[in-house]
C-alpha cells in the first residue's frame, strides 16, 4: 500500500510532524511519502492518506480545509486519518480532546478513521508582527512542546491498521 502523509504547516512544524509520520510508517513496512499539500494534485497513486494541519486560532488551515474538500470523493473511498499540531504547553498538560472547531466537519467530509492531536512548536522568531502581537495578547508559551513518542505511536496504529487492508482490486485484464 502507497501512502501520502501531508499536512498544511505555515510555520514547518506541521510538516516535520508529517515527515516524522512517513519515516515511522516506513520503518514499519509501509511505502509512505511525505509531500508538501500544496504539491498533491493527485490521490490517484495512493491507496491511504494521512492528513494534517496546524491549527491556529481554532481552525485547520484553510490550505488543510480547501484540499479536503477537493478531494473528499477519493479520501472517503480510501483509509485517512487526519492529525492536528497546535496547542502549546508542557508535555505533561495533557491536550483537550478538540482544539479546533471544524475537526468534526473533517472527520465527515473525509470520513477519516481518527483524529489525533499533537502539542506543537512555536517559535517567536519564525512569526510575523501580527502574529507576535497575538501571541504577546494570549500569553502562548515559547518553545517546542511537540511529543515524538506520541507522533511515532500514531504512524505505529497507522501501519497496524493497514497490515489488514488489501489495496484496491487492479481493473480486470490489467497486467500483474
Known amino acids: 500500500m502507497r501512502v501520502l502523509v501531508t499536512a498544511a504547516s505555515r510555520h514547518q512544524a506541521t510538516a516535520e510532524i ?6 515511522g510508517l516506513a520503518a514499519r513496512g509501509v511505502d509512505a511519502r511525505a509531500r508538501p499539500i500544496g504539491t498533491v494534485a493527485d ?8 492528513l494534517g494541519s496546524a491549527i491556529y486560532m481554532g481552525r485547520w ?3 488543510a480545509r480547501v484540499f479536503a474538500a477537493q ?3 477519493a479520501l472517503t473511498a480510501m483509509p485517512v486519518w487526519l492529525f492536528g499540531s497546535g496547542p502549546l ?3 505533561d498538560k495533557p491536550l483537550p480532546e478538540s482544539d479546533a472547531a471544524d475537526i468534526d466537519a473533517m472527520v465527515a467530509l473525509t ?3 481518527e483524529h489525533r492531536l499533537f502539542a506543537g512548536r512555536l517559535d517567536g522568531t ?7 502581537a497575538v501571541m504577546k495578547v494570549v500569553h502562548a508559551p515559547e518553545g517546542d512542546s511537540r511529543d515524538w513518542a506520541a507522533v511515532d505511536a500514531f504512524a505505529a496504529d497507522i501501519a497496524a491498521a493497514l497490515a ?13
Open 18 to 23: 508529517a515527515e516524522a509520520i512517513a519515516r
Open 43 to 50: 490521490l490517484g497513486p495512493y491507496d491511504a492518506v494521512v
Open 61 to 63: 488551515l484553510k490550505e
Open 71 to 73: 478531494h473528499s470523493t
Open 89 to 91: 504547553g508542557p508535555a
Open 111 to 113: 470520513r477519516a478513521r
Open 126 to 132: 519564525r512569526l510575523g508582527v501580527a502574529e507576535r
Open 164 to 176: 489488514h487492508e488489501t489495496p484496491a482490486a487492479a481493473p480486470l485484464g490489467a497486467a500483474g
